[in-house]
């Protein structure tokens, strides 16, 4: 099988390891009987194409993506090698299967869902900020998904009396800008949204730099959170990858990927970092505290 990543190893190594501990529940050991062709791009977006055109001239029984852009790039290289999505943001509306229940063609795989949590997400976050706030909105430029999340954003800001202002990052070198740009529109704090390959690859500078500048930020995933980041809301991505190996059992079991459904999370976690709460001078509401799934001290 492959593993095909937008990412670095360094970043999403515990991913692989959620993968690798989900293969070994269906009976696959790498150097046992299962050989992985790994594929890291380590955030270079434009070698991505190349990597999907390697694993697909290998012919291998599956390719697992983890995003949005190599999920496409997989289908573009090959319409025969099964494809399993480990996390993919509403692979319908960007056309990368027909439907959840019924998929076609090569892929299946996980839905993130990242764009439905997004009230309930805004409602918890905004619930630490001063009323009326201004929040900076960090979007991947590069990205498919934001543009939708972007819309569906204005009417839940404008119930909850935040003021929105959108920040574009096409790689990891305008990141440091980014933040000084968030800095001249007197943000109040940051919103990173769901289901950006870049940075959740990026999300140690992300994490330093929100600390540096002394701003509030929130994220879709908990490894921003334990990395350092002040709040999270979102699936469990460990689960996810842990999921996506079932996917490669029954594919390699003799299931078609066009006949298993897409599957979406039921469950989404809130992780709470007081110690960085405690640094920004920040009080978090007992009503948050309660309702977390983790709070690190």
Request: with cysteine; hydrophobic share 45%.
């Amino acid at each position: 099988m492959g593993i095909l990543v937008n990412g670095n190893i360094a970043q999403r190594g515990h991913l692989e390891q959620a993968l690798l501990d989900g293969l070994r529940d269906q009976g696959y050991v790498e150097g046992r009987n299962l050989v992985i062709e790994r594929r890291y791009a380590d955030g270079r977006r434009e070698r991505v194409p190349e990597f999907a055109r390697e694993l697909a001239a290998m012919k291998l029984d599956a390719v697992v993506t983890t995003c949005t852009p190599s999920t496409r790039a997989a289908r573009q290289a090959t319409v025969s090698t099964p494809i399993v999505m480990a996390a993919v943001a509403d692979p319908v509306g960007q056309r990368l299967i027909a439907s959840l229940a019924r998929p076609g063609a090569n892929i299946t795989g996980l839905s993130s869902q990242a764009e439905d949590i997004l009230p309930k997400m805004m409602e918890l976050f905004s619930s630490v900020l001063p009323n009326p706030a201004t929040v900076a909105v960090f979007a991947q430029g590069t990205s498919n998904v934001h543009p939708r999340m972007w819309q569906q954003l204005g009417p839940i800001a404008q119930a909850l009396k935040l003021k929105l202002v959108k920040i574009e990052v096409a790689n990891a070198a305008d990141l440091p800008a980014a933040f000084e740009m968030a800095l001249r529109e007197k943000a109040d704090a940051l919103l990173f949204l769901p289901d950006e390959p870049l940075f959740l690859t990026r999300r140690a500078t992300i994490v330093e730099l929100a600390a540096k500048h002394r701003l509030p930020a929130f994220y879709g995933a908990r490894e921003f959170v334990d990395d350092g980041g002040l709040m999270s809301y979102g699936e469990n991505l460990r689960t996810a990858y842990r999921r996506a190996a079932s996917y490669v059992g029954n594919l390699a079991r003799g299931a078609k990927p066009a006949d298993l459904p897409v599957e979406q999370p039921t469950k989404f976690e809130l992780v709470v970092n007081l110690k960085t709460a405690k640094a920004l001078g920040l009080t978090i509401p007992q009503s948050i505290l309660i309702r977390a799934d983790q709070v690190i001290q």
